[in-house]
Nanobody, 120 residues
Framework: VQLQASGGGLVQPGGSLSLSCAAS????????MGWYRRAPGKQRELVAV???????NYADSVKGRFTISRDNAKNTVYLQMNSLKPEDTAVYYC???????????????WGQGTQVTVSS
């Protein structure tokens, strides 16, 4: 099982970016999926999380600007980021609570990280 993140890049303040993260491998089920970020010199922080049923939770700093969604048929989670600010600059990581087909135990998997830079 692995998570593959894509998207990210350089954008001007006020711009938008979209991230996606696809889970692949022998998967039995996927629970919560989320995005975290680590800015230079700071600890990793939760950005947004979405349950298998579609309930969402956001960090206060991104509420109203970021939207997390998922496509359960594609085992993919998305993060739409609008009105980006320089302080959103960070490496963004996806994660997911996944039960593989074998063993049937839940593990937390992480994607490889993708850089988002907001700068003029």
């Amino acid at each position: 099982v692995q998570l593959q993140a894509s998207g990210g890049g350089l954008v001007q303040p006020g711009g938008s970016l979209s991230l996606s993260c696809a889970a692949s491998g022998s998967i039995f089920s996927i629970g919560d999926m989320g995005w975290y970020r680590r800015a230079p010199g700071k600890q990793r922080e939760l950005v947004a999380v979405i349950t298998s049923g579609g309930s969402t939770n956001y960090a206060d700093s991104v509420k109203g600007r970021f939207t997390i969604s998922r496509d359960n048929a594609k085992n993919t989670v998305y993060l739409q980021m609008n009105s980006l600010k320089p302080e959103d600059t960070a490496v963004y990581y996806c994660n997911a609570r996944i039960v593989p087909t074998n063993p049937r135990s839940a593990f937390t998997y992480w994607g490889q990280g993708t850089q988002v830079t907001v700068s003029s």
